[in-house]
């Protein structure tokens, strides 16, 4: 087990100064020793983001190789600090030893995947239309087009992936990566992780001479901190993952600033699959069963959780259903980050036990921080009557949703708000329904799986994490993969410049 003699100490991290504050809030650990943290306020996140606009005319301008191993070093030093993190991480979380070095594996290697990927210089898009002074009956002049930062970011912390979306993780390496200065609000379910995680970006920006205010972390705070930080005219960008309905308050504060700025907020989704019929045929007992392992994996605390399975009336699919109730039967309670996260869990229960279109196949009762699997059933004609049962369920509950036949799971697909992902388990013999689907889905989601689980995001070139409203903010974004650095660019044309005043990545 990791050293157990780490105290944090609870302060903020404000340009390179570990600042107090007057009023503290004390962690809520899953076991373990709680401790005080220093309460965020509007007037630190002034000071940080003036902070992070001084650092913009260093780190902004700053060459590519510098930024890479400014992105390698953060990875250093969070991999010199993997004890304390997988010690902290598994108290304030109740997530296993296991699932804390695996996230951490994957921040780092995000770190390392941005610094390779801005070496390669791709992502700029350079265009380059040449001078043609002798065209009639104008000349053209010389053009030259590239990707630049667009300045400070603000980063939100999430409560179920204290390190690989909060702060370092993706919003950050890849801000950091364009070449924007950050400013994280902290997670308050999890201060001290992102706490540890500060102090080692602190001591990668003393180790490259990279301008304190590049990044700055305020932890815990109210709403107001979280407003002042959406709302503060040097910020010119924001990442987020939570709730739709804190994500789309912020989302509104954003666009309703003199200066409007972009919000890519990751927002939810339920993920539905369709089980095709052949598929189902052929083994859907053994899809079943894997529905039931995707639906608990982390109690359920996935943004691409499965929460839904569209499968045809019959026998077969019966079997389906009575695969996944049995292997959800067998599924223990697990802990939830947070006992408001647990308890939102148990409110989405009632939510569907009060409702008469809704059959319960398997009902539990979760208690405290712990949650127990559900799984309920329904038809497609009720659920298109009743908008409340598409809205996510963070936890491991599932709900299946029966059809009549093809032309019913058609109506269905287009019935489905914006998703993160959705998913096709099918057979030969399915192809052709398959390929009617597709058209739908693709205007559904950001992310389209066959014969798989949508739980695990791969960090590469070609992942998308994001999809229409209300999974995402903006559908053109994604969250996880190299493609979210254009998150945080904009592009510029320079008309007849001299290569003397051309930014480097033009010259």
């Not at 205010?213 to 305020?218: A, M, R």
């Not at 689980?453 to 903006?474: I, K, L, Q, R």
Request: charged share 20%; glycine share 12%; proline share 7%.
């Amino acid at each position: 087990m990791p050293d157990e003699t780490f105290s944090p100490h609870g302060k903020h991290l404000i340009a390179g100064d570990w600042v107090a504050g007057d009023a503290t809030f004390t962690s809520e650990p899953a076991h373990g020793k709680a401790y005080r943290f220093s309460v965020g306020t509007p007037a630190l996140v002034d000071k940080a983001a003036e902070a992070a606009e001084e650092a913009f005319w260093s780190y902004g301008y700053s060459g590519r190789e510098a930024r890479a191993d400014f992105l390698e070093a953060i990875a250093d030093e969070i991999d010199a600090r993997d004890d304390a993190i997988t010690l902290i991480g598994c108290q304030e979380t109740g997530l296993p030893e296991a699932r804390l070095q695996g996230e951490r594996g994957r921040t780092v290697g995000q770190l390392r995947l941005f610094a390779e990927h801005i070496r390669k210089g791709d992502y700029l898009d350079h265009r380059h239309d040449a001078a043609l002074p002798d065209r009639a009956p104008l000349p053209r002049p010389d053009l030259k087009m590239v990707q630049r930062p667009i300045g400070p970011v603000a980063v939100f912390g999430a409560s179920n992936f204290p390190l690989a979306f909060s702060t370092a993780g993706g919003d950050t390496a890849s801000a950091l990566a364009a070449g924007c200065p950050v400013v994280v609000k902290g997670h308050s379910a999890h201060p001290g992780t992102g706490e540890i995680v500060a102090e080692a970006i602190a001591a990668a920006i003393a180790r490259c001479g990279v301008h304190p205010g590049t990044f700055s972390l305020i932890q815990g705070g109210k709403r107001d901190v979280g407003q002042a930080l959406v709302q503060h005219p040097l910020i010119k960008a924001v990442g987020f993952t939570g709730s739709l309905g804190g994500g789309r308050a912020l989302f509104d504060l954003c666009a309703a600033r003199p200066e409007p700025i972009p919000f890519f907020g990751e927002l939810g989704s339920v993920n539905p699959m369709f089980l095709l019929p052949e598929a189902v045929k052929a083994r859907g007992s053994q899809i079943g069963e894997g529905w039931a392992g995707s639906l608990t994996m982390g109690a359920g605390q996935f943004c691409t959780n499965p929460g839904i399975a569209v499968v045809q009336t019959g026998p077969e699919g019966d079997a389906f259903v009575q695969a996944a109730a049995d292997a959800l039967s067998e599924v223990p309670a697990q802990s939830m980050l947070t006992d408001g996260i647990a308890e939102a869990y148990r409110k989405g229960k009632t939510r569907f036990d009060t409702r008469n279109a809704v059959r319960p196949v398997l009902s539990t009762d979760s208690e405290g921080r712990s949650a127990s699997p559900n799984l309920y059933e329904t038809n497609a004609r009720d659920y298109l009557q009743d908008h409340a049962l598409g809205e996510e369920v963070f936890g491991p509950l599932g709900l299946v949703v029966r059809v009549s036949g093809p032309d019913e799971m058609a109506t269905l697909a287009r019935g489905f708000e914006g998703q993160l992902t959705a998913t096709l388990h099918m057979d030969e013999g399915d192809t052709t329904l398959a390929q009617r689907l597709i058209p739908i889905l693709e205007r559904k989601a950001g992310r389209l799986l066959v014969n798989g689980f949508p739980t695990g995001v791969e960090v590469c070139d070609a992942m998308v994490h994001g999809g229409p409203y209300p999974a995402s903010t903006n559908f053109g974004a994604t969250s996880v993969g190299t493609l979210a650095i254009r998150r945080f660019l904009r592009p510029v044309c320079y008309q007849n410049m001299p290569d003397a005043l051309l930014p480097g990545d033009l010259t």
